[in-house]
Every structure is written in structure tokens, then in C-alpha cells.
């Protein structure tokens, strides 16, 4: 898939980086840790954020995203930037015959990811939604032990994070963030990826605003129907009006049950309880850029696929309209398709 001639000729993929935050963070040191890349230009929002990180990561400036994608000596865009700006960078690097890594999601319209990953195939280039989730200590221990359950019935899945004060960043603005379930597609993404298709869902959510644009706190619960019978409900709320911290995944079967809370597991049978181990968090953002440096290079599968993460995305749309209407919503056949 790697058809670059100049930079084939160097052995080395040439990358440009839009964002400053936490993710572009670890993607630039992932980028310059492995030789077969060449981090060549970073784009950001804010001068002299993005200054300091070019000269950190000592590469070079960019005033904007549109003259980063534009640039004929990059192979390889990734965008770790606000939400908002996710589906529009992608669609010009695209254009502009660049592969793409995107953290997710894709896109905030379903639409728009839709005409995206057709996009990436008429062009011929890779379009890759990250999903670290997947590749990380939890979801692997919990894959690992479906099977000691039986039948399983019940899921509850609740990311709970208080902030006092909450800050006024992106990942509090309507806009930028998104419907809370959108810009936080990894809390569905974990169950379809382990349970499936979805029949229908439901969603209630509250705003607590303090601003037009930001708000204090956000809390969302919404109730998914699979098609294989399982009921799971996902919780997730941030900020000033919420009190005590959660991340915590329950997994409920006719002959036992999994409990996972933060970093510890749990396996519980009506012989009593044994301790589960859970992998590391850490190390994930460099193993998905790895194994993308090994699909360009080699043809290597990669652990997902912009299909899958299309189909969590239309999930959260439903889930997005129910909390708008409060009628359960049916996922469609055509989402259906995507899994």
C-alpha cells in the first residue's frame, strides 16, 4: 500500500502531525522513536503551543492544518486534534493523496464518515481510525474470560470523572467534543466489539451549563439492546456536579460474572472470587502506530477496520436521537452492514 517513491527511496515514511494535546503528545514520540518514520511538520491551534512542541520534537512549524496536508513531502498525515476538526482534515489529506491516521472518531456526522472511508478507497490510501481501546490490558483480560460466564445477559460499563472546576478546554465545549458518546466512542466501541450487533437504544443526558459554549458537567446513561438478547447499559459523565470517580465494567452470566474496577479483576463463580490480571495502559498509542508503520510497510492486517468504527459511530448517532427525541431508536440494517 505504500507507494511514496521519494520517501520508499529513504526508507522512511514522512509524517505530518496535526495537534498539540495529550495524543499528539505520544503519536510524536511513537513517530520519532521508529526509524522508518521522519516527522517533518506539525500544525496546532495555538502559536506558540505548537512552537514549543515543534522545537521539543524538532520539526517544523505550520501556521494551519490546510498548508500541512498540502505539503508534497508528506506521506502521512495524522490528526489528534479537537473533534470538530476530525472529518475536514481528513477529507483534504485524502484529497491531497496522503494515507491518514485519525484518533476517533472519524467524523461527528455519520454522513460525512461514511463519504470518508469511500473516499480513502477510490484513492487508494490507508484510513485509519485508532481505537487503542482494543489493544489494551482490559479489553484483552475481559475477551480473555467471556468464556468462564456462560450465557451473559447483563452489562454495565460506567467512566465517571469529577473536575473541580471543570476547565473551560475543548473537551467541554458542545462544538468541539460533540455528543458525549460520540466524542467518547471507546465506551461503545468496547461492546460491539465484544458483543456484537445492537437492535435499539435508548439515552437519557443532562448539561449542567455555565456558558453557551462550555458547560460544567455532562451526564450521560444509555441503554443498549443487542441483538443476541444482552442488555448494557454505559455510563458516562464528567465534571464540577458529580462526586466520586468511576471507571468500572461488569460483565453478568447465567454461571458467573466478571468485575472489572480500574485496574482490578475480578472473576466471580458460585466457588468464590478469583483475582484477574490486567495489562497496561501504557505503551498503546506507540503499538497502534506501529502496527499501521507495518501495514504500509508489509501489508500486515491492523486490529480495526474504518468499517467498524463507522458502525459504533452510527450506534452513537442513535443514541445522540434518542437522548434528542426519548424514543428508543432502531439501529438500521444498512448500520448493521458496517460490523
Known amino acids: 500500500m505504500y507507494n511514496s517513491e521519494a520517501a520508499l527511496e529513504t526508507a522512511k515514511v514522512r509524517v505530518g502531525l496535526v495537534g498539540t494535546g495529550y495524543a499528539a503528545k505520544l503519536r510524536a514520540e511513537a513517530l520519532i522513536g521508529d526509524q522508518r518514520t521522519n516527522l517533518v511538520a506539525i500544525a496546532g491551534h495555538h502559536p506558540e503551543n505548537t512552537a514549543a512542541f515543534a522545537q521539543k520534537y524538532q520539526t517544523e512549524v505550520l501556521t494551519d492544518w490546510g498548508k500541512l496536508v498540502e505539503r508534497e513531502d508528506i506521506d502521512l498525515v495524522v490528526i489528534s486534534t479537537i473533534n470538530r476538526d476530525h472529518g475536514a482534515i481528513a477529507r483534504e489529506a485524502l484529497l491531497q493523496g496522503k494515507h491518514v491516521i485519525v484518533e476517533y472518531p472519524l467524523s461527528l456526522d455519520v454522513t460525512e464518515a461514511q463519504e470518508l472511508i469511500a473516499l480513502a478507497k477510490s484513492q487508494n490510501k490507508l484510513l485509519h481510525v ?74 437519557h443526558h443532562r448539561y449542567w451549563q455555565t456558558e453557551p459554549d462550555y458547560y460544567q458537567t455532562c451526564f450521560c446513561i444509555s441503554q443498549l439492546c443487542f441483538e443476541n438478547g444482552l442488555l448494557a447499559q454505559v455510563v458516562y459523565g464528567k465534571g464540577e456536579t458529580l462526586w466520586e470517580a468511576e471507571r468500572k465494567l461488569e460483565v453478568h452470566g447465567a454461571k458467573g460474572g466478571l468485575i472489572f474496577d480500574g485496574d482490578q479483576g475480578l472473576l466471580i463463580k458460585s466457588g468464590g ?67
Open 130 to 203: 485508532e481505537h487503542i481501546e482494543l489493544l489494551g490490558g482490559l479489553h484483552q483480560a475481559v475477551r480473555e474470560n467471556l468464556g468462564e460466564v456462560g450465557d451473559i445477559f447483563y452489562v454495565r460499563y460506567s467512566t465517571i470523572n469529577p473536575q473541580h472546576p471543570a476547565p473551560r478546554r475543548w473537551t467541554y465545549n458542545h462544538e468541539l467534543f460533540g455528543f458525549p458518546l460520540i466524542g467518547a466512542l471507546s465506551r461503545l466501541h468496547r461492546l460491539t466489539n465484544l458483543f456484537g450487533k445492537v437492535l435499539s437504544v435508548n439515552c
Open 273 to 339: 472470587k478469583t483475582p484477574i490480571e490486567v495489562g497496561t495502559r501504557r505503551g498503546l498509542f506507540a503499538k497502534d502506530t506501529n502496527m499501521v508503520l507495518d501495514h504500509l510497510f508489509y501489508g500486515t492486517p491492523l486490529y480495526v477496520t474504518p468499517e467498524e468504527s463507522l458502525y459504533v459511530l452510527q450506534v452513537a448517532d442513535a443514541i445522540q436521537r434518542a437522548a434528542q427525541t426519548g424514543l428508543t431508536i432502531f439501529i438500521n440494517d444498512s448500520a448493521k452492514e458496517n460490523l
